[in-house]
């Protein structure tokens, strides 16, 4: 009955990955069949090993589907065509078949060759060079009439994310998300791999949500900036404005967090905060000038951390150097994301899911968020690749800091 | 020791509405004391009362924090002055003692007379025109050098938003957030209280987060929308993408709806949605060429209800219609907020709480989410006027269109 | 390097239901090896697959370790031995091998037949009758001098849950919990097996928690035993002081279901309830004496619908009819247990833990709770069975009776 | 329209501690009214305030309802009579018209004088020794017949809680639930409170959840246990099985917390940790034979701190120690709450709520857990002197042994 088949080789660390039962689970949901022609499995874990597979399926459609999820899986056809593409006719509009990528590693044939797609990240489009030499990522609202998109399926191939035995101690954080794990264990084990990407000069971005000013926290994260720990921090309006006003006037919504007990007329201080930093100009000057003298902003201004503060619907002021409109924030995103080696994401959702909408999967993702659903949320996306702790924001960069020192 | 005073009036349900003790409590917490010099209860429950308190501070300037704070609970000296204003002398930055809104009701002194502030809001600057005769609200980005903005507290009256008896079935639910508490109950009321807002032709706002779309609940908001119980919608991205998804592709983030399974390539649908109205151009288009047949979309520009959608930092695309700029976004919002009666806040969060912001405390405030913690968060900002509803935004849809029939 | 080894054969469902490859993770977890002797896959989703594998590992101890939890995924020894047993030498203690079980059918190999462990649960130990042909669960605590109890692994073979391809509308409810789906598409498919259950006579079990009361929703369940769709109840303390308060008073928890209001008085309203049938004497004789005319605990005493309410620490009382020894409650519950076909959970989590650890493998089971992690708890237990619906208690009722009315 | 009416006296903190706006309230609410006859308020904040109130109803069942509720807050009817009494007839029945306690100190009029009612918790019924010199509170289900319980609500009065503004740093935690608060600040204040109370020789009580040990946070209990600061706990089965499979084989619920790792077999490790006690008799013998020799368990016992383990319907095993029979556990933990000063529950729910049940009001209780709706739940229930943390139940405890060191 099955008319049509491929044959298709998988290869690399597929039994550990899971990636060989996953493309068994593909062919069979989607109403294919198949035949593994031949399967070598490594000897050792270091060793990787390969399967071949002939896929069947009823119609050229299904096969056609089944491909394209195996290709996720880095299936790679026996005899692999050049990779296809259509002109983009009208800016910000993709051709209708258009390839959407993942955030996993990406290769095109162009030519006969296999070629890196650059700055990969999710949900985008591919874009080839016109000398059919180079492939790189874009928005759909960025392309521009007359870029050659990749379309369809053919020749490309994902590197797909392999787990990593060796790291254990990592990946025990990565089994599920719950509040009843020894959390100083997993805090002790981002440490050490926070001081190895140092070592190795590699960037870490840290993306924060306005609780860590409300709980205090601040002063430990203007630390780790100190001691070299934050190449590049992304967030909103609230945790610069909440900043600055802890800076300025010791509260954070008005409450003071030397005592913690409600400032009167403290609900007003963020709201003085910005005044003050919009009538000095800019947060530069606000530093020259004597007036902002410490906090996550003063730090990060003063070690040449770039900050890129995307603001939202909700905000008060807003606050200046936060971006207004929402393209240009992601462009700034893009730019600042590309070399980071490790991110942390504590007590933010709309900016970490942001981030992590942009973060290839190879980048160490470490959520932190005292609500589950927050950090089931955010490991889920990237799949393998994110560690998610359920914690409290404020002892978690403390005892962080603790373990760094 | 106590050696400054002043006295105040307080007077409406200032019992029923806790206004004199929390009179009283604040008095005490900023280290004041007080003298009750007059006080009559009303009667009956329609009779309002009055106190006539004289307040003694230590200092100047804790008599002036408690008036301050008095004022918010609707306090009004004996003997009032005209309100205070400073001009602008930069754009977009205040001066410096500027008064900061709440959301309640409030005048101002001009010329001996007590003048409303018109479309007040939380959080803003108040401005005076030239001829004295207006006050209106405005945020601080948009002040313009020389406007006249009110600085400090003399001659402002607030007034403060008054429990209401009467409406006790409203009440019941406003006293605390579980999810342990009859629904349906809640829902009837609600339902009553839309068919009394429109029955006035009231506007009704409705803000959508996109768990309505997910959820196969879309159905029910159009439904709504053709029985002209929506007057106005709030969102963002994610909510017109899958709506469009929904009608274009039957799905919502790939998952199909009608048999709630993942749809083959469905992960692409939105992104495919989200091109093909950029590709025909607008939404309008997508509807006269027959592309658009359905859902929430299709319903509110067939029925003239606009829909305010603002974007955010994670957004893909944007759909066509969705603002990409914040500040334009809010004006937006801030324009079609007025006239606003009753606003209905569903699985939505960050939407939500920038609404929250926008309205007046006397506008009658539903927020339905299953999770309990947004639901406090948005219920504990409006304080008296919102009332929340933790339960399921699809059944909650169901079952509201289902009284309403 | 590696010394020792075993053949084992797998067969059945094992790609599609991934015992395959978590056979193979499970060999390299644990530091064995593997080598794929023969493997043959089912050509259609009907037919089952075959698989023949040589596991090595570097010792006997990692060899026994590796072939025990194959075991648990159905693994068989080429040429299996007779099943080990160790006699209990004091009561209410196990001899240290002893072997624990899962809630998966087992299977015990007796003078070389394979004989079924009846009244299978999790985590308890298996007993051999004297003339070796019969096998049955027995927890700990139960245990006898004498006893024959299974050690080891050897001789012992568990049928692992296969998971159904043609269901697929019940397993979509399975891969994952949120509260972002179609849930009217869930209680359809609920509604479809607990008609399937009756009409073929199977029992039904309801574990019940006091919310289902607290939010009216206990007339819904009342309707459910009247048609019924109910041949069990557990439950505790709670659900049944409230449902006779709400009978009795009209109130739960002192709030009036009518009026959603606060009765006066009405907090001692379950204690109230509490005493009146503690002074007439038992539940039969409150609905004897016409005292009793509604409600859960009325319905299901007039259909002959057993109730097994298991006290708690925390219980006022308590009512009679409560069983306030724990291990007499287990009892009763596991007797009640069996025959159980489907499982609903409602708004529990104290009772519904101690049902889901009751409960074979292979009952249907539907966990419904408006917090997440209730149901990621328990889902998560009983693994492939147990479907988890994020959603609100009474909302769910009311739709359940409606779809299946 | 009022025809009855009845003077009452309030005197205390009753304007800081909202008594006095909260008795207009429950008059308003019941539809009675009321006319200030005389009002002294404390001219510092440690005088104490007066007010004399004629309240008026329509009716006497009215006028009745709201004073037993005014009752509650610490009015004294100007000429109070003697309280009432019935006989109990019937073992574990009560009079019909029983007065049920709060959890505030109360006194009843005997013979004239008020006497106050010793062990004083909430929901229970108040027995009067035949002598006419005692009250004391009893459950229902231990009344004996020929016991003379207090009926109705006259001669009884209650002692309200009065909210401290001196000790504002505890305060501070009680205004709401919620992480995003300073926990460090929060945690010191505890801290210094646990001094005091030992200073004094008071008693600590610590309710303790499994998730205290699943976190690797037993050590830090442990701690706490040597250096005094730890006089009784209570907690559940799982609790001390899983402190037990700690100390015997370093897991919990088969986790290894050195590594984290999940431990080969280790599924069965709290079923074999329950096993090796029950066969070496009880935990003392654990001791004796050096098996045991670490952990909570050893400490307390080491220590002679009584750990009152009650049972639940979810329970394995269960561990000798562990009490089965709910009556005979609630009996146990109502002896050894007596004289409590402090109660810290962490990561509990099922025996914190229970412990709550029985805790006069006057002890300080600070409720810590992860999920706000535990610690809202707690919180609640007790009034004013619960203080809700919401956060990470290790990092608490972590950091609090660093603070007391």
Known sequence: ????????????????????????????????????????????????????????????????LILSELQQLGAVLLEPNDVHTAPVEQDGVLPPRFYSTTNLQTQVRLLGQWVKVEEIEMDVAVVITSDKKRAYCRPMHDVKVGDEVVVGHEGIRVIPYERERERESFAFMQSSVSSE?????????????????????????????????????????????????????????????????????????????????????????????????????SLDKAIETGLLREGITYEAIKHNVPMVLAGSIRDDGPMPGVISDMIEA???????????????????????????????????????????????????????????????AELFLRELLDVLS
Not at 13 to 24: G, N, Q, Y
């Open 181 to 281: 794990k020894a959390k100083v264990l997993a805090i002790h084990e981002i440490a050490r791999q926070m001081k190895e990407t140092r070592a190795r000069n590699g960037k870490i971005l840290f993306v924060l949500g306005p609780a860590v000013i409300h709980t205090g926290a601040g002063r430990y994260v203007a630390e780790l900036l100190r001691r070299g720990y934050v190449q590049v921090i992304f967030g909103g309006n609230a945790i610069i404005t909440h900043d600055i006003e802890s800076a300025l006037f010791g509260t954070s919504l008005g409450v003071n967090l030397e005592s913690g007990e409600q400032v009167e007329g403290g609900h007003r201080n963020h709201l003085r905060a910005i005044n003050a930093i919009r009538g000095i100009g």
């Open 1 to 64: 009955m099955d008319t049509v088949h491929e044959v298709v080789e998988l290869s690399g660390h597929i039994i550990d990955s899971w990636t060989l039962p996953r493309a068994w689970d593909v062919i069979m949901d989607r109403g294919g069949n198949f035949d593994v022609e031949e399967m070598r499995v490594g000897a050792t874990k270091n060793e990787t090993s390969y399967a071949r597979v002939k896929v069947s399926a009823p119609t050229d459609e299904v096969l056609d």
């Open 330 to 392: 992601q462009k700034r995103m893009r730019n600042e994301v590309q070399g980071v080696e490790m991110a942390i994401m504590i007590a933010s959702m709309l900016h970490a899911i942001a981030t992590g909408n942009l973060l290839p999967a190879h980048v160490r993702t470490v959520v932190v968020d005292i609500n589950p659903a927050v950090v089931t949320k955010l490991a889920d996306r990237g799949s393998f690749q994110a560690a998610g702790l359920v914690t409290d």
